[in-house]
């Protein structure tokens, strides 16, 4: 089955959950075995077909993209990406100061590249602020 980048994750956890549920099956038969009433049998389970999964995963995508976009989607998306910025502003930094420690003259162009880092991190920092705000504006 074809599938586009963006379905991916949604399939992969349709696909877990079937396995899961078949795992779980394969457990309450083997726990069936032996003396049962008739009629209590769990019903067999089978996977679900490509197209089925591809449906279920449409719909979860759905849902996501939805979620997102609430209020409280988007405030929380945001400030994921803020704290994101943050820990990588916090790596590129150390890589700065590292670097200057051991040899600042040796060290220029990676403090350079550091600091371009940094930079563009402050720049997402401040984006997904901003969202964050924008959201918490939202009554709904």
């Known amino acids: 089955m074809s599938t586009s980048d963006d ?3 949604f399939l992969k ?9 078949l795992s779980f099956a394969a457990e309450e038969a083997g726990r069936r075995r032996g ?4 009629g209590l049998d769990p019903a067999s389970s ?3 077909p490509d197209d089925r999964l591809a449906a279920a995963a ?11 976009s609430s209020p409280q989607g988007a405030f929380l998306s ?4 803020a704290q994101k910025a943050l820990i990588d502003a916090q790596a590129s930094a150390e890589q700065a100061r590292a670097g200057a420690a051991r040899s600042f003259a040796q060290e220029r162009r990676l403090c350079e590249q550091a600091l371009g880092d ?4 402050a720049r ?3 984006l997904s602020l901003r969202a964050a705000r924008r959201a918490l504006e939202v009554r709904g």
């Open 7 to 9: 379905l991916a994750p």
């Open 13 to 21: 956890v349709e696909r877990a959950i079937d396995r899961a549920r």
């Open 35 to 38: 003396a049962s009433w008739s």
């Open 46 to 48: 089978t996977p679900r």
């Open 58 to 68: 449409r719909a979860r995508r759905a849902d996501a993209q939805a979620w997102r």
């Open 78 to 81: 945001a400030v994921a990406a």
């Open 118 to 121: 940094l930079r563009r991190q």
């Open 124 to 126: 997402t920092l401040s």
